[in-house]
Every structure is written in C-alpha cells, then in structure tokens.
C-alpha cells in the first residue's frame, strides 16, 4: 500500500509540473489561444525599414494590436495589422513607424482621427507616414545632397 501512494504522490507531481510547463510556455511565448474577437486591417507605406512582424502596434503607449504579415503591392509596402477587438479607429486615422529609443524596434503608433466613421475589418488606412532611414540622412548629409 506504501508504494501505491509513493506513486500516485510522483504521479500528481509530475502533472503539476508538467501544467506549469504548459502556463509558462504560453505566457512566455505570447500565444494568444483564447484571444477572439480580433480583426485585421491594412496599411500601405513607401518604406518599412526595420518593421517586422509581431511588431506592435500602439495609441498613446498602449498596444492595441501586432503586425501580422509585410508583402510588398506595385512598388509600395502593405502591413497588415491584426488590431484586439476592443479597439477602433476611426477612419481618418494616421498610421507612422516609430522606433523604440534610438536604436531599438520599429513598431507602428497610430494617431486616432476625429471621425465619426470606423475603419471596417479588412479596411486600409489611407494616411501613413513611413520609417526614417538614418543610414540614408547620414549618406546624403556626407555626399552634400542636404
């Protein structure tokens, strides 16, 4: 009887842990199993040096959304956004990439509109301003073209 309950203590054990393991691979991860609701929609830009995937987007230092795929449409770059389903942006709304710091990520800051209209799932932002490429401003500054 001793070693039936040494085994079912082990048993119990290793179920725990082995939840654990699951918990901290979700949360550490960033797998959103449970997140419904979620929309996507699209913004085009001339340049997103730097922008990747998974890349956040934020309004007003609050992320609302992720960058869920880059493709490049008849010389121009189009991000689709997947946006949580709690937000909404209105259809004036204007989409830059921003960096984190000086050197760090590229994420996308949306500045809301004044509009009483919302961009619809699978909607385009229309205004955008894209990313500064510092490499570019340094190259024309030393070649004159300032």
Same mark, same amino acid.
């Given at each position: 009887?001793?070693?039936? $309950? =040494?085994?079912? %203590? +082990?048993? %119990?054990? =290793?179920?725990?842990?082995? *939840? /654990?393991?699951?918990? #901290?691979?979700?949360? #550490?991860?960033?797998? &959103?199993? =449970?997140?419904?609701? &979620? ?11 730097? *922008?990747?995937? &998974? /890349?956040?987007? @934020?309004?007003?230092? +609050?992320?609302?959304?992720? +960058?869920? !795929?880059i493709r490049l449409d008849d010389d121009r770059a189009v991000v689709e956004l997947r946006i949580y389903s709690?937000?909404?942006?209105? &259809? ?22 004044? $509009?009483? !209209?919302? %961009?619809?799932?699978?909607?385009? %932002?229309? @205004?955008? @301003? $894209? ?5 570019? *401003? +340094?190259?024309?500054y030393i070649f004159g073209k300032i």
């Amino acid at each position: 009887m001793k070693r039936f $309950s =040494l085994e079912l %203590i +082990v048993g %119990i054990f =290793l179920i725990i842990g082995f *939840l /654990a393991f699951i918990y #901290l691979a979700v949360k #550490l991860g960033e797998v &959103d199993i =449970l997140r419904t609701g &979620d929309y996507s929609i699209n913004a085009r830009f001339t340049s997103v040096t730097g *922008l990747k995937t &998974d /890349a956040i987007v @934020e309004i007003a230092g +609050v992320q609302i959304g992720k +960058v869920k !795929r880059i493709r490049l449409d008849d010389d121009r770059a189009v991000v689709e956004l997947r946006i949580y389903s709690g937000a909404k942006l209105p &259809d004036d709304s204007v989409a830059s990439i921003r960096t984190m710091g000086i050197i760090g990520d590229k994420y996308i800051k949306i500045s809301l509109g004044g $509009s009483d !209209r919302y %961009i619809q799932p699978g909607g385009m %932002i229309t @205004e955008t @301003e $894209s990313a500064i490429d510092l490499e570019e *401003l +340094v190259s024309k500054y030393i070649f004159g073209k300032i």
